[in-house]
């Protein structure tokens, strides 16, 4: 009969935790699958969010308020790396986060504008004008 060692428990638990912990990492991220697009960064933020229509009206409200276009949004986001990083994953928790913690620095920085008396980040504009492309 074979004996049970300190080190034999703790590496079996720390594998059997590893297993388990990668499961549900995969299991709760629900990572995004990308569909055929010009522009996967377009894709995956279309598919952030469910109630599109009320995102693309944002988006385009913001466009005209700001008299630019959502190709100048898209570029803002591509350029940010902590939110590129976020995309790659393709992880929607992680490119929340990012989002989120983007557009804190945002209203930090003053950088809002009133959209329909809504105060929004220019992170979340730009967002939603990239969503107007897809």
């Known amino acids: 009969m074979k004996t049970w060692t300190r080190r034999s428990l703790a590496f079996g638990g720390f594998v ?3 297993a388990i912990g990668l499961g549900a990492a995969k299991f709760t991220c629900g990572f995004i699958s990308l569909t055929q697009s010009d522009n996967p960064t377009v894709v995956l933020l279309a598919n952030l969010y469910p109630a599109s229509d009320v995102v693309k009206l944002f988006g385009r409200t913001y466009l005209d308020q700001t008299g630019e276009t959502a190709a100048d949004s898209l570029r803002r986001i591509e350029c940010h790396e902590r939110i ?4 790659s994953s393709r992880c929607p928790k992680v490119i929340f986060s990012a989002l989120d913690h983007v557009s804190r620095a945002d209203f930090h920085a003053g950088r809002t504008f009133c ?4 105060v929004m980040s220019q992170t979340e504009l730009d967002v939603a004008a ?3 492309l897809a």
Request: proline share 0%; glycine share 8%.
């Open 84 to 87: 590129q990083r976020a995309l």
């Open 16 to 18: 059997v935790g590893s």
């Open 130 to 132: 990239v969503c107007t």
């Open 115 to 118: 959209i329909d008396q809504w």
